[in-house]
C-alpha cells in the first residue's frame, strides 16, 4: 500500500509540473565560438612598463579560448516572459569571471572555471498598454550610431522601460544599478557605497530619417570601492560626487543608397580638483550601398586632458569598463572573437579616421571587410594623466598616433556555423619622449569557429 501511495504521489507531482509547464513554453538558443590567435607584441613586458595589466605577456604567443552562452527563454506570451543566460567563464587576474576561459588554464581534466548567469531578467507589458518593461541583469546600450557607444554597452542590472508615444515617438528610461555593497541583517552597512544611473532616451523616426536625443545622470557614492565611473584613476573619493551625459544621434537614409550618421555628447562632474572631469565627443559616418560592398567612411574626435594646473581633466567619462567603441580590432572594441587584446572601449582623448568596405562578396557563403583606421591622441604630452597612465594604449598623447589595418573574412561552413578569419596589424607612433622607450608594431591573428543555435 506504501509503494501505491508513493507512487500516486509520483504520478500526481510528475502531472502537476507537466500540467504548469504546459502554459509556458521555453525556447533554448545560444552560441559557441572558438578561437586561435596568435599576437606578435600584442601581449608583450614594453606595453606595460609601469604595473599588470591584461598587456603582460610573451611576445610571440599562441592561444586558444572558447565561450559558451545558452538562452532559456521562458514565454508565457507575448506580455510575459523571462530569460537566463549561461555562460562558461574563466577567472580574471583579480578573481572574477570572464566571458571565455582560455585552454589549458583549468588543468587537466579541468572544463573551465565556472558557469555564471550572465544574463537574468523578466519582460512584462504593462497591462491594457504597449510598454514593455525589463527587470534584472541585461544588456543595455546608450544611443550611439556612427561608432560603438564609448559610454555604455555592456551588460549591467538595472530596470528599463520602453513605451511607444506615437507611430513616430517611443520613450526609453531606466535606471541601472553598476555597483552596490551587500546589505543583509548583522552585516555593517556603509552609507553611500553604490552607484546608480538613471538615464531617457526618446526616438524619433519617420520615413529616411531617425533621430535620439538622450540623457544620463549617475550618482557615485564617497565609499563606494573598485570602481571608477569617474575615469580619474582613483576609487577613493572625500564626497559623493555626481556625473552627467547628454546626447543627440541620428541617422539619415532617405538619400538611398546613402546612409549618413552622426553623434555628439558632452559629460561631467562635480567632483574637486584632480578628480573633476568634462569633454565632449563627435562623430560623423557615410556608406553607400551597392549590389556588390558596402564602402563607408567615418570619423571621430573626443576632447583631451590639457596642461592645467589644478589637474582637472578634459576627457568625457565612461561608465567603467562597460563601453565599446568600435574603430579597431586591435586597439579598440570591434570584431572581439573572443581572443584578449587591449579592448579599448572609449574614444575618450583620441580623434581619428576610418575608411573601408563591407560586405564584399565573390563567392556564395563569403563575405570580406576590410578598413584602415588612423588616430592619434588629444591629450597634452605634459598634462598630469601621462604620469598616472600604464602606456600610450589607453592613454594617447598629441605625440602618439596609430594605423590599424582590420581584414575579416568569413565562411558560413553550415547553416549554424560560421568560420572567420581576422588579420589585424597596428602601426604604433608612439612618442619615446613622453613616454621613455620606444614601442612595436603589434599583429594579431584570429581563426575563430561560431556556432550559433
Do not use: C
Not at 570602481?227 to 573619493?237: A, C, E, H, K, V
Request: proline letters at 2%; zero cysteines.
Amino acid at each position: 500500500m506504501k509503494k501505491l501511495v508513493t507512487l500516486l504521489l509520483a504520478a500526481g507531482m510528475v502531472f502537476s509540473a507537466a500540467n504548469g509547464a504546459s502554459a509556458v513554453e521555453m525556447k533554448v538558443s545560444g552560441q559557441w565560438m572558438t578561437s586561435f590567435t596568435f599576437g606578435d607584441n600584442l601581449y608583450g613586458d614594453q606595453y606595460n612598463p609601469r604595473g599588470d595589466n591584461a598587456l603582460k605577456g610573451s611576445d610571440g604567443s599562441f592561444r586558444a579560448d572558447q565561450r559558451i552562452r545558452i538562452n532559456f527563454d521562458l514565454v508565457a506570451g507575448e506580455y510575459l516572459s523571462g530569460r537566463v543566460q549561461l555562460q562558461a567563464s574563466g577567472t580574471s587576474a583579480e578573481g572574477g569571471p570572464t566571458n571565455e576561459y582560455d585552454w589549458g588554464s583549468a588543468g587537466v581534466g579541468g572544463a573551465g572555471k565556472s558557469v555564471t548567469a550572465r544574463l537574468a531578467y523578466l519582460d512584462w507589458m504593462i497591462p491594457s498598454t504597449d510598454v514593455l518593461v525589463r527587470m534584472g541583469r541585461q544588456e543595455v546600450a546608450l544611443p550611439s550610431y556612427t561608432f560603438g557607444s564609448s559610454v555604455l554597452d555592456d551588460v549591467i542590472d538595472g530596470v528599463v522601460i520602453n513605451a511607444p508615444v506615437t507611430d513616430m515617438v517611443g520613450v526609453t528610461v531606466g535606471w541601472l544599478r553598476p555597483v552596490a555593497e551587500l546589505n543583509r541583517w548583522g552585516t555593517a552597512h556603509r552609507a553611500h557605497s553604490s552607484i546608480d544611473l538613471a538615464f531617457l532616451a526618446v526616438d524619433v523616426a519617420a520615413d529616411g530619417f531617425k533621430v535620439t536625443p538622450w540623457g544620463m545622470v549617475g550618482f557615485h557614492g564617497s565609499r563606494t570601492e573598485n570602481f571608477d565611473m569617474l575615469g580619474n584613476g582613483s576609487t577613493g573619493l572625500d564626497e559623493n560626487t555626481t556625473a552627467y551625459w547628454a546626447g543627440l544621434g541620428g541617422e539619415l537614409t532617405m538619400f538611398d543608397p546613402f546612409r549618413f550618421t552622426a553623434d555628439f555628447m558632452y559629460s561631467g562632474n562635480d567632483a574637486d580638483h584632480g578628480a573633476k572631469r568634462s569633454g565632449w565627443y563627435a562623430a560623423l559616418g557615410a556608406e553607400m550601398n551597392t549590389a556588390y560592398a558596402t564602402p563607408f567612411l567615418r570619423g571621430w574626435y573626443a576632447s583631451g586632458d590639457d596642461d592645467d594646473a589644478d589637474g582637472e581633466g578634459g576627457r568625457f567619462l565612461s561608465v567603467n569598463g562597460a563601453a565599446a567603441f568600435d574603430a579597431s580590432s586591435i586597439y579598440y572594441d570591434a570584431n572581439y572573437l573572443i581572443s584578449g587584446t587591449p579592448d579599448i572601449g572609449s574614444a575618450s582623448g583620441t580623434w581619428g579616421v576610418q575608411l573601408g568596405v563591407k560586405g564584399v562578396s565573390f563567392i556564395e557563403d563569403l563575405s570580406h571587410q576590410l578598413s584602415v583606421s588612423y588616430f592619434q591622441g588629444t591629450n597634452d604630452d605634459k598634462s598630469r594623466g601621462v604620469a598616472n597612465a600604464d602606456g600610450p594604449v589607453g592613454y594617447m598623447t598629441t605625440q602618439d598616433a596609430a594605423w590599424s589595418i582590420d581584414f575579416l573574412n568569413s565562411y558560413k561552413l553550415y547553416q549554424n556555423l560560421t568560420a572567420n578569419i581576422l588579420l589585424s596589424y597596428l602601426v604604433t607612433d608612439f612618442d619615446k619622449d613622453v613616454w621613455g622607450q620606444d614601442y612595436d608594431n603589434i599583429f594579431r591573428g584570429t581563426l575563430n569557429f561560431t556556432y550559433a543555435f
